[in-house]
């Protein structure tokens, strides 16, 4: 029931990401590596999968195409899969990516792609970088000024609370 439901939940995920019906996430055939999601934005999570490596096999991932280095496969409860996980980095730029896995013993090498892009199946762009609004910051790029500007502005205060006070006194301005 579990194998079905993430074959159903993968093809839908893979078909709404991608506009079109692809092989299913789950139920590949165990000579590659499974890349879950296939499609991903800078900065998702990625799950990754094999049975190349036998029922209680480990694996060692790379994933340094794409920037996020390597990671580990371990023995999962899901019929004698290794499953492991990497994120992309927020700065990976748009393309597709070899994933690699290495079983140990000289077992398979297996691979799998990535795909990368800036839009997400929701249809809005992350934002990336800066924003130049043409208003500067609070401290300026000079703290010389920043200082000068702080003294005007205690000096007017001080000598407007002084007035008040004289004011109030009724000794005239």
């Not at 800078?42 to 060692?60: L, Q």
């Not at 000024?145 to 205690?154: E, Q, S």
């Amino acid at each position: 029931m579990r194998r079905t439901a993430r074959l159903l939940i993968g093809t839908a995920l893979v078909a709404a990401t991608t506009g079109s019906l692809a092989a299913p996430v789950y139920g590949a055939a165990s000579g590659r590596l499974e890349v879950f999601p296939s499609t991903v934005v800078p900065g998702g999570d990625v799950t990754v999968n094999t049975a190349a490596c036998g029922k209680d096999g480990t694996a060692d991932g790379d994933a340094s195409a794409v920037g996020a280095g390597r990671f580990t496969l371990a023995p999962s409860t899901h019929e004698g899969d290794a499953i492991g996980q990497f994120r992309v980095p927020p700065s990976a730029q748009p393309g597709t990516y070899e994933i690699v896995a290495k079983c140990p013993a000289g077992g398979p090498e297996v691979r799998g792609d990535l795909v990368v892009v800036l839009e997400s199946a929701r249809g809005y762009v992350h934002p990336r970088g800066i924003v130049k609004t043409g208003v500067g910051g609070a401290l300026g790029s000079d703290p010389v000024k920043t200082a000068a500007g702080v003294a005007a502005l205690a000096v007017a205060g001080a000598g407007g609370t002084w007035l008040l006070h004289r004011r109030a006194r009724g000794d005239g301005i």
